[in-house]
């Protein structure tokens, strides 16, 4: 049958607002007994086993103990990543009812520094809101929003976007389930009418991957190879328009690679001067390069203007690939 244009469009909707909240688990039988096995070896009684990927092809182990546990934690994880040839964080442990629960978490290949720098400009209040998320081993979060306007207002707005952003992508929901939302609700508001960027980077630290969604939001830039890739934003601020699609876009991740979140009080020329100060300091840390970006900005700003007016933020997140296995 064919559908109506209004029952096609429900049906996407109804797609994205589910299509997160899945929570896919691919069980596998072969490595849950192995790790059984592996418990009753050490003298673990009553022990059932759970081996499991998770929707963020993360895999996860699940062990249930009769009574406490009274082993050595490293040495009982390092021997459990030998046993699975997988490498696990250290576990989760939980008892109730004379049962204990183990929760074994793997450990991506893939890490994420983050450093930042706010800057107030011509108000006591900054209009900018930044946030860090980590929903889970893999799955990594930075949220950043300016309100349109200047202070306490601004904030309002912007640190409203930023809490409920991170209270939907903890519930499960995408991010651009998440804008849609936000943009609705800027638009219902009782008061005045209230606009502010969204800029949401999603980091998978599993398949090595950075999704952007950018709604209204300053350029951000990914540094790699001694030059800065520019990713733009076309799409209007949230709760200026009843329908405002976001710009997404996605990019494999590699060692070395640093990106770079910016308000629009950041001057793009001084973000992009800050590519020397990366390529010949590899090992500066993710605060640090913040620093130096924000840094030059705010005297960019001042140099240029004679007066800083707006306010700047900027996030720096360093990618770092593991070289090592921990059970080898």
């Known amino acids: 049958s064919t559908l109506s244009p209004s029952s096609a469009a429900s049906d996407v909707y109804k797609r994205q607002m589910s299509c997160r909240l899945s929570r896919k ?3 596998d039988s072969q490595l849950s007994a192995s790790a059984k096995k592996y418990f009753e070896r050490k003298g673990c009684k009553g022990v059932r086993a759970c081996v499991y990927t998770d929707e963020n092809c993360c895999r ?3 062990i249930y103990i009769s009574g406490s546990f009274e082993y050595e934690t490293a040495a009982v994880t390092t021997g459990l990543c030998r046993t699975l040839e997988c490498d696990f964080e250290l576990p989760g442990i939980t008892s109730a009812n004379n049962i204990t629960k183990l929760e074994f978490d793997e450990i991506p290949p893939f890490s994420a520094e983050v450093g930042s720098y706010a800057a107030l400009g011509s108000s006591v209040c900054s ?15 930075i949220l950043l929003s300016d309100g349109m306007g200047s202070g306490k207002r601004a904030r309002l707005d912007s640190a409203l976007s930023v809490s409920l952003a991170r209270r939907m992508l903890f519930s499960g929901l995408s991010m651009t389930t998440a804008q849609r939302i936000i943009n609705s609700v800027m638009r219902v508001k009782e008061w005045e009418e209230s606009f502010a960027t969204l800029d949401f980077l999603r980091l998978d630290l599993f398949s090595g991957r950075a999704e952007f969604l950018k709604s209204g939001a300053a350029p951000a830039y990914l540094y790699r190879d001694g030059g800065f890739i520019r990713i733009e934003c076309s799409s209007y601020p949230a ?3 009843s329908s405002c699609a ?9 060692d070395g690679d640093v990106l770079i979140l910016a308000s629009d009080g950041a001057p793009e020329d001084a973000v992009l001067r800050c590519s020397s ?6 090992d500066l840390s993710a605060e640090k390069i913040a620093f130096e970006i924000g840094s030059l900005c705010s005297q960019s700003a001042y140099a240029e203007g004679g007066d800083k007016n707006d306010d700047i933020t900027v996030a720096a997140v360093k990618i770092s690939r593991r070289k090592e296995r921990m059970y080898i």
């Open 25 to 27: 688990r691919d069980i």
């Open 60 to 62: 996860r182990a699940e």
């Open 127 to 141: 209009g900018d809101t930044l946030e860090t998320v980590e929903s889970s081993a893999g799955e990594h979060y």
């Open 239 to 241: 709760g200026i328009l």
């Open 246 to 254: 976001p710009d997404v876009c996605s990019y494999k991740l590699f």
């Open 277 to 282: 100060i990366i390529s010949e300091s590899p």
